[in-house]
């Protein structure tokens, strides 16, 4: 290390998950540290660290080559459905912004990818299904603050009751057609960000940044009384941290101090759940502040994500460079599980469209009142016209309160559809948890389990015990959540049913005005004037036949993932009873009989086609379920990591030694390539001769009997954990 001040640091590239490990080769970097002239004891001695990364960047490398390693590929997988978000992390003006932002010769990472995200959507076959819409936020000082509509003052974060669906309420969400205009937005949000000058920067970021594009492109596959879509949604963020500092280095008072201090918890915040979720723990607090409850679904949920470190070789900055170092270090090991947010959406119109066409019928009625011909007393007088003045305004009063109703009772008809959804979920969570205890506490597996396994583990007893209250706590949890919920649903079936008599007078009302008009009019002037006013009605209609489209789409979501959650339990249980019997049958050695086997095939071929996307990495290994061809010697494992419960499963482990009685499984962790990739190998039956250690090559039976896949037993730890029950649902 030398002294010199940075001009140009050096950037890291962690990418989570390593989707694509073939093209990132891993780099060193080496951290020389001299230790301490002035500890002559020499306690603290000096040394050389090495830190592995995906990818790692010189004083040399351009703003493109950055862009092309680090999140190019992010760009088309948004445009398939895929989540995925950048972040550049790193000490005060080692260079986080010139990266994510750059200037107009050198553009950064959020130009470039949104180029080319119009790019790709203008050269794709339909160009016209796409929607991109996009929101710049900045977190400074703990408050959020909307860049893109800076007057809109501080913003509120909101979640559900699980913190999920994390939401900026009132946050501008720009809908842009092409990218000069995204480019535009871009500029003006980063005029309106906080940058000040500090020692250590002269352009300073004092907040962090937070741009998110969401691409959607819904194709409709089906129109008339039913209709059929598809949409899908990727979202890209791409986040401009600010840099973590120290008070002695850039010598800040005052505000900027302040505002340091807040930078600093925000970031502490941050390493502390890089800590808790490389480290696998099941608790990670991600309440510490706003930037965490932000970048909660990149750290941990459905997304690729990109941790761009940046280093300064100055020594002076070593104790930084070395925590960035670090925590990209532990970074690493974060595996995400990803997947396409892809749907088919299938909704009946026909709720709402009654709704269209009551009121479309109700503005033909109003037209033909208008036309008709009715006797007039002649006179044109201003008492006349006043009187036609009142009716009019009295009409358009009546049809606005009708509008207003309806409105009305279309949201708490939402609202109803989400609680009902709600607590089908709390149910769903409720009797799956007492089906695990069941499983856990009270039946022979485990009792076989606990046989099997005499004192291998001193805490298994401890652990089982601090699982039950744990489990019990969750349990009571959704059981008052669901109370909660039912409360809530009657509150609004009354407050619909008081609307619902609202409006019903309020037709009766509109009726008997609209009989009083045609004596009223008494001119064509009237009359044109009359027919613009139905035209405002025509246009209030269709804008509210958008709403309610909106609002069947959100309907049809919700009942969609709930049969997910239906389905996906019943085959849990369809898995557990398929590897109970085969636990039976391999006790007993039954001979697997060939249609049954051949069964086995298309079941495993079923799961492997529903679990893995042709994006999958397994699949593009070149190993996929079609190589467990008919007549091939193995079958794969039936719970390839393809369920939340049985991800972490029990997996064979082929040394394992053989002192425990009749059975060959033991407890192992997946590592990192492993956990969310589907890893074929060929794996040694249940019941194989357990002292030869051949895998695959028992002896104790005859070839077909032992081909039964290992049997998968859920992880202590899964089964235990009440987070696990909140994520499976
Ligand atoms: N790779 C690079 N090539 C040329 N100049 C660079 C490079 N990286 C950073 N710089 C320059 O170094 C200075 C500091 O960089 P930048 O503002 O991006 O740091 P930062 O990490 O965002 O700092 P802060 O956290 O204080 O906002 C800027 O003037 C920037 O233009």
Redesign the pocket.
């Known amino acids: 290390m030398d002294g010199g001040e940075p001009?140009?640091?050096l950037e890291l590239s962690t990418a989570l998950p390593r989707f694509k490990p073939e093209v990132f080769r891993m780099q060193l970097v080496v951290l020389e540290d001299e230790g301490d002239k002035n500890d002559v004891l020499r306690q603290k001695r000096g040394g050389q660290r090495q830190y592995a990364y995906d990818m790692v960047f010189g004083?040399d490398a351009t703003q493109d080559m950055v862009y092309e390693a680090t999140s190019r590929s992010l760009v088309s997988g948004v445009l398939m459905g895929y989540n995925a978000t950048v972040f550049a992390y790193?000490?005060?003006?080692?260079?986080?912004?010139?990266?994510m932002v750059g200037?107009t010769q050198q553009p950064g990472i959020m130009v470039r990818a949104l180029n080319d995200l119009f790019q790709s959507v203008q050269e794709s076959k339909h160009p016209e299904q796409y929607t991109v819409t996009m929101s710049y936020l900045e977190i400074y000082n703990e408050n959020i603050r909307d860049l893109l509509n800076p007057s809109s003052g501080f913003l509120e974060l909101r979640e559900d009751s699980r913190g999920r669906n994390i939401q900026v309420t009132r946050l501008s969400e720009v809908s842009t057609s092409s990218a000069e205009e995204v480019m535009h937005l871009l500029q003006k949000g980063n005029r309106a960000r906080t940058v000040e000058p500090?020692a250590?920067?002269?352009?300073?970021?004092r907040s962090h940044a937070l741009l998110s594009v969401t691409v959607q492109q819904t194709s409709v596959l089906q129109t008339q009384d039913k209709m059929k879509s598809r949409i899908k949604q990727g979202k890209l963020f791409m986040i401009?941290l600010?840099?973590s500092e120290r008070a002695s280095q850039t010598k800040n008072r005052g505000k900027r101090l302040q505002e340091g201090a807040h930078i600093n918890r925000s970031l502490l915040a941050l390493g502390n759940c890089i800590n808790a979720l490389s480290g696998g723990a099941h608790y990670v607090n991600y309440r510490d502040s706003k930037l965490t409850r932000l970048l909660k679904d990149a750290l941990s949920g459905n997304c690729r994500t990109v941790m761009v470190a940046?280093v300064s070789p100055a020594a002076v900055h070593k104790d930084e460079s070395r925590n960035t170092l670090l925590y990209a270090d532990r970074a690493k090991n974060i595996l995400n599980k990803v997947e396409r947010n892809v749907l088919d959406v299938s909704y009946h119109v026909s709720q709402y469209r009654t709704i269209i066409s009551e009121l479309r019928d109700e503005i033909a009625r109003l037209r033909a009142k208008m036309k008709e011909d009715r006797p007039r007393s002649g006179d044109t007088s201003n008492d006349k016209a006043e009187k036609l003045k009142l009716l009019r305004d009295k009409i358009v009063s009546t049809f606005r309160e009708q509008m207003r109703l309806r409105r009305r009772l279309m949201e708490y008809d939402s609202h109803l559809l989400s609680l009902s959804a709600q607590a089908e979920r709390q149910h769903a969570m409720i009797s799956q948890w007492e089906s695990q205890n069941n499983k856990l506490y009270k039946n022979n597996t485990t009792a076989r389990w606990h046989t099997r396994r005499p004192n291998t583990d001193p805490d298994f007893e401890v652990d089982r015990e601090s699982m039950y209250t744990e489990g019990d706590g969750a349990l009571q949890m959704a059981w008052s959540e669901l109370a909660l919920i039912e409360r809530e649903q009657e509150h609004y079936a009354e407050l619909r049913a008081t609307t619902e008599q609202e409006l019903e007078s309020c037709k009766q009302q509109g009726a008997a005005l609209e009989n009083e008009l045609p004596s009223q009019i008494s001119s064509e002037e009237e009359r044109e004037l009359l027919a613009l006013m139905c035209r405002v009605h025509e246009l209030e209609v269709e804008k509210m036949a958008l709403q309610s489209e909106r609002l069947i789409k959100q309907h049809e979501l919700w009942r969609r993932d709930l049969i997910i959650l239906r389905y996906d339990r019943q085959r849990h249980l369809c898995e557990e009873i398929i590897t109970r019997q085969r636990q039976l049958m391999e006790e007993d050695c039954v001979i697997l009989p060939p249609d049954l086997k051949e069964l086995y095939r298309i079941y495993q071929q079923e799961i492997h086609a529903s679990t893995y996307t042709d994006t999958s990495p397994s699949y593009q290994s070149g190993v996929p379920f079609s190589s467990y061809s008919r007549g091939k010697e193995k079958l794969p494992p039936i719970q390839p990591s393809v369920d939340p419960l049985f991800q972490r499963s029990m997996r064979y482990d082929a040394n394992h030694n053989s002192d425990q009685a009749g059975s060959d499984i033991s407890m192992t962790t997946p590592n990192s390539s492993a956990g969310s990739d589907y890893t074929p190998s060929p794996l040694p039956p249940v019941t194989g001769n357990a002292e030869s250690g051949q895998p695959g090559q028992p002896s104790s039976l005859p070839p077909p009997a032992v081909l039964f896949p290992p049997i998968t037993v859920p992880s202590k730890e899964l089964l235990g954990s009440s987070k696990y029950l909140s994520r499976y649902v």
């Open positions: 001009r140009k640091p004083e790193g000490a005060t003006g080692s260079g986080k912004t010139y990266t200037n500090t250590a920067n002269k352009t300073s970021s401009d600010a840099g940046h």
